[in-house]
């Protein structure tokens, strides 16, 4: 069965979708998501064990033989972002059952299950898939049930940030369509390994810096690289606390995976860079999220729009380490798209609860409550000093990894924006730890009853897991070093 | 509608064939032009016809939404499942080879069970679509 890893990967969540539909009952849609998402994150698993090594695994989809057929194609990289994925959602799944009843209409909660799975299987899919209009066809499953999913938030607001995501959205995606169908007119083929043998043939034809050029900007919309970010805090404000949370820690990590893979993949990183100054381009451009991102956040009052900002900042960094070109710049990134999905699913969990609680995301909805909850509040704290990059949490790790790959090409005014960058992510995040421990209660109502475990068990495992990686980090660095030297030594 | 008495005899009488056709389309599809998008398409605009002529409500009573989620669900399941199936039988996913023991006759069989799946998705989602727009301001 072990061959057969690949396929299921994908399979389980989407099957599970359809099955969603068909058993209507708000429980039985839950146990069926949780069990979903728990298998697909033990395939994952057994995909990071079986290629960390370096190993690249292949898939032929219905038999036929790539470059003509649809292949799925695993290397170091693909299979850490499907752990990723499919990681969190499994540890998500458990905060799900009373925060999606509570936020999300009795008789659409199976369907609510239903788009979430679909969305997670376009996610799975465009980061398992070796073929690029398949990887487009993955990318709008994943968008459109995402549009659909944020619209179901409870406030009305969530319809207007749907549709400004789904404009933007298809926007990336179409540009991305584009770039991908250019490098089919030059080759004749959409496999991105054969891609990436017949494109250097053509290495000097405009049409080449054209679909580079699209992909680029497509990716970056997704990805919500400044000043493409504009769908984003909306999107994630006003969201599910379930989606915010889920699509936070995914969404953005697979667009940055869509990034890489084509720069470094297809297009090889020699040719993308040299001569359209893709580099220098992207470092400032990341330069400038982390800043502005971080500074904008300093000035929200509802709390989930502060951690979208702070998203857009921590964008650039996983941006940064992917334009250094070098190995331990990619090794950083790499890791960045763990330690952020961790440390922001952790805040975006705990912040769930307080929405749960209390109704309300504001800063005001939050005072005090360090002290009533206080399991939650120590939660908030952990994933808040993984963000910031505290030592002995995730958050730290990158930073240090970043920070040395940084210096290593002596680009110190870049250093001091990582290092800015942080200096203000501890005012943002210090106002909220300020608000949940050292204000009195606002007198608004809150739900009596106590914090379910099972939410309370979600949050903890993702506030543990930061520490665990700040403490102990050396698999995955090992893994992510795999993945940069797999990405910049050719071909996967 | 009710005094365009042509209009409604001739939709009684194109209905059925529209549906007919659909199905032709259907399971032609393997040999020549057709599939399972288009007769989903045609089998979803012979129930349209009807409602535009006799009502939404009819329609509804004739094809109620909630078998509408059932059919686009089970469309999905009968696509993936072709593929699980060959999957069990020690072959890749999707891979008709495996549903019967000629290739030949594995592939006739595989691809007539995955239109299918397309066809039965394709009007489902296509149908819900028209009641959601059709039915603007009732909830169900």
Known sequence: ?492 | MRQHTLLRVCTRMLVPLILIFALYVQFHGDYGPGGGFQAGVIFAAGIVLYALVFGVEAARRAVPATWLRILSAGGVLLFAGTGVVSMLAGHNFLDYDALAGDPVAGQHIGIILVEFGVGMTVTGVILSFFYVFAGRGRRD
């Open chain 1, 1 to 492: 069965m072990t061959a057969q890893l690949p396929a299921l990967q994908i399979l389980l969540p989407m099957l599970a979708s359809a099955l969603c539909v068909l058993l209507r009952s708000p429980a039985g849609a839950w146990l069926c998501f949780t069990l979903a998402t728990w298998a697909s994150f033990a395939v994952s698993v057994l995909l990071v064990l079986a290629t960390r090594s370096g190993a690249i695994l292949s898939y032929e989809m219905g038999g036929w033989e790539p470059p003509f057929g649809i292949e799925l194609r695993i290397d170091a990289l693909n299979a850490f972002v499907l752990l990723i994925v499919s990681g969190m959602a499994a540890v998500m799944a458990p905060f799900a059952r009373s925060s999606v009843l509570a936020e999300i209409e009795q008789t659409r909660v199976y369907l609510f299950y239903a788009l979430v799975l679909l969305c997670l299987t376009g996610l799975l899919g465009i980061s398992i898939t070796g073929d690029a209009f398949n990887l487009f066809v993955f990318l709008e499953i994943s968008s459109l049930s995402s549009y659909a999913i944020i619209a179901m938030g409870p406030n009305r607001r969530a319809l207007l940030a749907a549709f400004q995501y789904l404009i933007m959205g298809t926007v990336g995606g179409t540009f991305i369509l584009i770039g991908i169908g250019l490098m089919y007119m030059l080759t004749g083929t959409l496999n991105m390994a054969d891609l990436a043998e017949r494109l250097p043939a053509m290495a000097d034809s405009r049409t080449e810096k054209a679909a580079l050029g699209f992909i680029v900007v497509g990716a970056s919309i997704k990805l919500a690289l400044f000043p493409l970010h504009a769908w984003l805090p909306n999107a994630y404000a006003y969201a599910p606390s379930l989606v915010s949370a889920l699509l936070a820690a995914t969404a953005t990590k697979v667009a940055a995976y869509v990034l890489i893979r084509f720069i470094y993949t297809v297009f090889l990183p020699e040719r993308a860079f040299d001569g359209l100054m893709l580099s220098e381009l992207m470092m400032a451009l990341a330069a400038i999220a982390m800043i502005a991102g971080s500074v904008v956040a300093i000035f929200q009052h509802n709390v989930k729009l502060l951690l979208a900002w702070s998203s857009i900042a921590q964008i650039g960094y996983i941006v940064l380490g992917a334009a250094l070109v070098t190995t331990a710049g990619l090794a950083a990134t790499t890791l960045h798209l763990l330690n952020h999905a961790v440390a922001k699913g952790c805040l975006f969990l705990a912040l769930g609860v307080i929405v749960w609680k209390t109704g309300g995301a504001r800063l005001s909805d939050l005072a005090g409550l360090g002290r009533t909850l206080p399991w939650v509040g120590a939660a908030f704290v952990i994933g808040a000093l993984s963000l910031i990059g505290v030592p002995f949490t995730g958050g730290f790790i990158t930073k240090w990894y970043l920070l040395v790959a940084v210096a290593e090409q002596e680009l110190w005014l870049l250093a001091g924006a990582v290092v800015l960058s942080s200096l203000l992510s501890i005012i943002y995040m210090g106002r909220v730890i300020e608000t949940l421990y050292f204000r009195a209660p606002s007198q608004g109502t809150t739900r009596s009853e106590p914090v379910p475990v099972l939410m309370l068990t979600s949050v903890w495992l993702l506030a543990l897991l930061n520490v665990a990686i700040g403490s102990y980090s050396e698999p995955f660095a090992a893994i992510a070093r795999t993945a940069a030297g797999q990405l910049l030594g050719g071909t996967p």
